[in-house]
């Protein structure tokens, strides 16, 4: 039987179309990301994930969304509570260490149980890792913990525990660093002229410290002083000396949405350069037809080491959820978040 393909894909509505169906068992992705358009009411949902996951049924096909709490938070009441964002966590975390280490802990936990048991979705872009700076656009903002990069790695190394506690995978994000961008990456490139020593002593200090993460995300920025003609995604300097050397990661590593604005050109052209830079996959979101076929037709089996570690990720998956009191979790988490309200 035939591998799986190095991209992840989204779809275009609540429901798979025929013509969907098709080329996602043709095209063999190594999973799908949901969105807003996907969701509807919950046995929707479930139905929707349950399709994804069959069209494969020689291989584990995860599920994605970007579910931090806040304002990225795909899934909302009445569908699942409304978490804060994780600005909140490290304000409760200033206040009391001990109290924002259990509630950073308590918010992947709890998403974890919302995702897996409740709509089967098994992997989660979270922790937010990036270390806002005066004069950032806001893009980031209270996505980000804190703006010491030693909090921002404690707290999102707890709140991947506990996704992780319930098995789901959680994606660091974004690598190296976004907290300097000046733009929005969704809409355009963002250019950071920031020193090396710089970029080393403060945003890349929570990614180092949480390198042994099964999976991450890079960033759509250009570093000047990394590699001042390729944003980090399309960059192999940056992939190579900088994320899997100086920070050291070597789990699976997703490029950002492909269709995102701040990277132009052919769609096919833009995976086959994010897979050569050395990105494992090349996540594709907007769920369009003819871009699909574009990235599909230019990215690779998975194989070699790209391969290794996407079997490492989806081991995290593949084990059962630790038994916990979801609703004791969920009174605790309460009280802990309430008192920064």
């Known amino acids: 039987m035939t591998g799986t393909k190095a991209w992840i894909a989204g779809c275009s509505g609540l429901r798979l179309t025929d013509d969907e169906r098709a080329f996602f068992r043709d095209e063999r992705p190594w999973g799908f990301i949901l969105f807003g358009r996907n969701i509807a009411e919950a046995a929707q949902v479930r139905d929707l994930v349950a399709e994804l996951k069959a069209l494969r049924s020689d291989a584990t096909v995860p599920v994605l969304i970007d579910q931090e709490g806040g304002r990225v938070q795909r899934l909302r009441p009445p569908l699942s509570p409304r978490?804060?964002?994780s600005a909140s966590i490290g304000q409760v975390y200033g206040g009391?260490?001990?109290?924002?280490?259990?509630?950073?802990?308590?918010?992947?936990?709890?998403?974890?149980?919302?995702l897996r048991v409740g709509f089967g979705i098994d992997v989660d872009c979270l922790p937010c890792l990036d270390v806002p700076q005066p004069g950032a656009h806001s893009v980031i903002g209270d996505r980000a913990y804190a703006e010491d990069p030693a909090i921002v790695a404690e707290l999102g190394g707890l709140a991947a525990e506990g996704l992780m506690a319930g098995a789901v995978l959680p994606v660091m994000k974004h690598i190296p660093g976004h907290g300097r961008g000046e733009a929005d990456s969704h809409l355009e490139l963002p250019r950071v002229a920031a020193s090396r020593a710089d970029l080393e002593g403060f945003d890349f200090r929570p990614f180092q410290a949480l390198a042994g993460l099964p999976a991450g995300m890079t960033a759509h920025l250009l570093f000047e002083a990394l590699d001042?003609?390729?944003p980090a995604t399309l960059s192999s300097k940056v992939i190579g000396e900088?994320?899997?050397?100086?920070?050291?990661?070597?789990?699976?590593?997703?490029?950002?949405?492909?269709?995102?604005?701040?990277?132009?050109?052919d769609m096919g052209e833009l995976a086959a350069r994010a897979i050569a830079a050395g990105c494992d996959l090349?996540?594709?979101?907007?769920?369009?037809?003819?871009?699909m076929q574009l990235i599909a037709a230019n990215v690779p089996e998975l194989s070699g080491r790209s391969l290794e570690r996407a079997e490492?990720?989806?081991?995290v998956i593949r084990r059962q959820p630790e038994a916990i009191d979801e609703p004791a979790l969920r009174e605790e988490f309460t009280a802990l978040v309430s008192t920064m309200a």
Not at 245 to 260: E, K, P, Q, T
Not at 282 to 291: R, S, V, W, Y
Request: proline share 6%; aromatic share 4%; hydrophobic share 40%.
């Open 96 to 114: 009391d260490r001990d109290k924002g280490r259990r509630a950073a802990w308590l918010q992947g936990r709890l998403l974890a149980h919302d």
């Open 83 to 85: 978490f804060p964002p």
């Open 242 to 265: 900088i994320i899997r050397g100086a920070i050291g990661f070597d789990g699976l590593l997703m490029s950002d949405d492909m269709s995102m604005k701040a990277l132009q050109g």
């Open 228 to 230: 001042p003609a390729h």
């Open 282 to 291: 090349a996540l594709h979101c907007n769920g369009d037809m003819p871009e």
């Open 312 to 315: 490492r990720a989806l081991d």
